[in-house]
């Protein structure tokens, strides 16, 4: 499993790539902003469990392509840390996107906020790519169960990202409304995200050549 450094790497980089911009975040933060805090938890419920469906199909389709073409984890994970770089870029370019934006949304039942919540990240692409782009770099074949390790990264992110995601949702008004004023902190964010998503993906390429 993973070690005391690794875990403290991986739960880093969970929580920057929490705060990246992507269709989650903004809903829950849109929906709070326009039916209050109550829609966007049960939105975020909604979301949780669309993770759990991205986290299963993940540890099944890494665990096969161990079991099938071994050498092919290595190309997983090398095209992951190539995602990774990209992802980085697109923080940190001129006009980037900010990670706190919000759109109008129309009042809904507590069943389709939860639904919609469901499908908002059942469907994004952003989240499947992160964990097979993120999560190869993490497993270590010679210390147990894939499918077992996979999932064990997956609770962890799954629980903060549900910790940042309710922070914003219960504070979403206040944070909006700081960051929106704050063109400083609005850019270091991007910064931050950037450094780190960047530093872990030379990590990645620094482990390669150490295997070799």
Known sequence: MLSFPELVLFCLAALVLVLTPGPNMIYCVSRTLCQGRRAGLVS?????????????AAALGLTALLAAVPFAFDAVRYAGAAYLLWMA?????????????????PHDSTGRLFRMGLVTNVLNPKVAMFYLSFFPQFLHPERGSVLLQSLVLGVVQIAVSGA?????????????????????WMRAQRYVMASVLGLLALRIAADGRKAG
């Open 44 to 56: 975020l419920a909604g979301v949780l469990v669309g993770f759990v469906f991205h986290l299963v």
């Open 89 to 105: 870029w697109q923080a940190a370019r001129p006009g980037g996107a900010a990670p706190f934006a919000a759109r109008s949304l």
């Open 164 to 184: 940042v995601n309710c922070t914003l949702v219960m504070f979403a008004d206040r944070i909006t409304g700081f960051l929106s004023r704050s063109v400083g």
